[in-house]
């Protein structure tokens, strides 16, 4: 049986529909502002934020699983929603919320894909070789 929805032909508007129907508020939020980046940087917050303070986990596993599947074969608007939306607010507050021997924890939240996405927006920030959220915090003394 084929899928009904090629991920690489989904739209913007279509990614974040699936990712906000993990949360009634997100999606609330997404149809009153209607602006991705921002409302899928509001999402990232929320998410480094609850592993932080260990809570709703089942949501973290879930929604994260759900952007691991969003990447499979995705295009690049996918990607760049994902990536400089999503994850590179999520690295932000990593710094502000983690303790400095936890900077890696999200990893273990991550599939494959959206590892290695992670490691590469980390390093396009701060350059060649740093691919951890703790080399970065590392480099901050």
Known sequence: MKNKTNQSELTDDQVMAIICAHDLKWEKDWKNEGINYLIIASIGHELVVDVSKNQNKDRSIAVLATIEKLLINANQNTINLI???????????????????????????????????????????????????????????
């Open 83 to 141: 990536g400089a939306g999503l994850f590179e607010a999520m690295q932000n507050n990593v710094l502000d919320r983690f303790n400095s021997d936890e900077m890696d924890v999200l990893d273990a939240y991550l599939g494959e894909k959206s590892l290695k996405l992670w490691k590469d927006i980390i390093e396009g920030w701060h350059g060649s070789g740093v691919r951890t959220m703790q080399q970065v915090f590392d480099s901050l003394d």
